[in-house]
Nanobody, 115 residues
């Protein structure tokens, strides 16, 4: 059973930073690509960032230059460093992986950007 557990969300002021973490178990972590998506109230879930097994990254345009995805294979953890946060970044953030013929998602972590 693949399990993904996100952490690190919270309330932050505009312009602030947060670092999300996603710990994965049940798979050979180092060979898989992982991604972060988010879902704001009343909106569809949208792609944020991807990191491949060798460490290549890809971002949606709205977070380029502000968000950084990284991985620590030894700790089986993927991180999303979020800087210069804006109110429109408020959402539930989900970590995901495609493995064993399906997508797996964590329970999500709430990020709220507000003064």
């Amino acid at each position: 059973q693949v399990q993904l557990v996100e952490s690190g969300g919270g309330l932050v002021q505009p312009g602030g930073s947060l670092r999300l973490s996603c710990k994965a178990t049940g798979i050979n972590f180092s060979i898989f690509s992982f991604y972060w998506h988010r879902q704001a109230p009343g909106k569809q879930r949208e792609f944020m960032a991807l990191i491949t097994s060798p460490g290549s990254t890809n971002y949606t345009d709205s977070v380029k230059g502000r968000f950084t995805i990284s991985r620590d294979n030894a700790r089986r953890t993927v991180h999303l460093q979020m800087n210069s946060l804006k109110p429109e970044d408020t959402a539930v953030y989900y970590c995901g992986v495609s493995a064993r013929g399906r997508e797996w998602w964590g329970q999500g972590t709430q990020v709220t950007v507000s003064s």
